[in-house]
């Protein structure tokens, strides 16, 4: 008898300790969902998920459909048990507008007895679960329903169902999407390194990553042609209202070099650079030739391609410049967004592509182009 009642107590203090951690226990969150905000009269939905998982990918875009059409009653968490590391490597070239987080010991896993991916579970506002199975089963109209039976439940508040648990003591992102209140503002991180990002989130355009990356854009230039000092080479978040992104950098610049502490020099050098001539016009893409939605970054690239989304001549000159570790030049002026698709690693096919595609030639040539210097 007393054998059974010690392990009756056991178990009270193993299922005591997981309450106390709420349902779903997160490491950190790679970033916040651009699509709907976390509140406690929101039922909780959990995708696990893995980068190797290809189906995962697919029924996340599902869930991002959902998660748009019910950003009221509804919020949605990207679950995976790898590792930052992973994740961050994944997301540029596959993107999502959903919140992200990582279970890094793997115990919401564990308790919901995840073996298969894709998989969800759903909790209604005071915590308990209400659905569970493979995220394409939950259809608009049995979501609907079970937002309406569950509205009035009571509730326990979302963070008392997701709780942040640093395992690390690393920096997670905030869940709340940040909401600028002046036309530029300017951060400076010195402990992030590795995020590069650019989007247009609403009103705003919102830049983050290296100071020299975001001088390269602002300044149609490649980062190659900025100089600046690796420890003063920090980590930049930008918010700026689209009009004076695309029509005031000198005003952005301007705010960061104040941010910053430092200033700007520029001079001329002569070497090699490619040169780009636009040789049919017409047979530039449009805006839409890739929707990847509202939101969403406009540039992928990783070891082979460059993908980019509504983005102009000049911006994709200095991008495609810092691939290539040379200057990009071109008489061509045009600042109409348009959409690009084109490998950078081998120059051979890249040339193929950029006349075949789009009419433009690529050669290799000596020239005079512009230095800016930052100390």
């Known amino acids: 008898m007393r054998q059974k009642t010690g392990y009756i107590f056991i178990c009270f203090f193993i299922c005591l300790g997981s309450f106390a951690f ?14 709907s905000e976390p509140g406690d009269d929101k039922l909780v939905f959990i995708d696990f998920w893995a980068t190797w998982c290809k189906p995962c990918i697919h029924v996340s875009k599902y869930v991002e459909t959902l998660q748009e059409q019910f950003s009221g009653d509804f919020y949605a968490v990207s679950l995976t ?18 919140a992200v987080a990582i279970d890094m010991e793997g115990e919401t896993f564990l308790k919901h007895g995840i073996t298969t991916l894709p998989y969800g579970v759903l909790y209604n506002t005071k915590g308990d679960v209400v659905w569970k199975g493979h995220p394409a089963d939950l259809t608009e109209n049995r979501l609907r329903s079970l937002i309406r039976r569950n509205r009035n439940k009571g509730r326990k508040g979302f963070s008392n169902i997701v709780r942040v648990v640093e395992t690390g003591g690393g920096e997670y992102a905030s869940l709340e999407t940040y909401r600028p209140e002046r036309p530029v503002e300017v951060f400076i991180n010195r402990s992030k390194t590795s995020e590069n990002l650019l989007y247009e989130n609403g009103k705003y355009t919102h830049f983050a990553g290296k100071l020299d990356d975001l001088v390269a854009l602002l300044g149609r230039v490649s980062a190659v042609q900025v100089d600046v000092r690796e420890n003063d080479n920090r980590f930049v978040e930008v918010y700026a209202l689209n009009d004076i992104w695309r029509n005031g950098p000198e005003r952005i610049l301007g705010e960061v070099y104040t941010a910053t502490g430092l200033n700007a020099h520029t001079l001329n050098k002569e070497g090699e650079v490619y040169r780009l001539t636009v040789k049919d016009p017409s047979r530039l893409w449009d805006a839409e030739q890739l929707d990847w939605g509202r939101d969403s970054p406009k540039f992928l690239v990783d070891d082979m391609q460059i993908q980019a989304d509504n983005v102009t001549f000049p911006e994709l000159l200095a991008r495609l410049g810092s691939l290539l570790g040379a200057p990009v030049v071109s008489s061509y002026k045009d600042n109409t967004p ?38």
């Open 81 to 98: 048990k790898e590792s930052r590391d992973v994740v961050t490597r994944f997301l540029p070239k596959h993107p999502s507008r959903l």
């Open 338 to 375: 348009r959409d690009w698709k084109l490998q950078h690693r081998f120059f051979d096919l890249m040339k193929n592509q950029l006349y075949d595609t789009y009419g433009i030639e690529i050669t290799k040539d000596t020239a005079v182009y512009t230095m800016v210097i930052l100390r």
């Open 22 to 35: 709420g349902q779903v226990k997160v490491s950190e969150f790679i970033q916040a969902s651009r699509l």
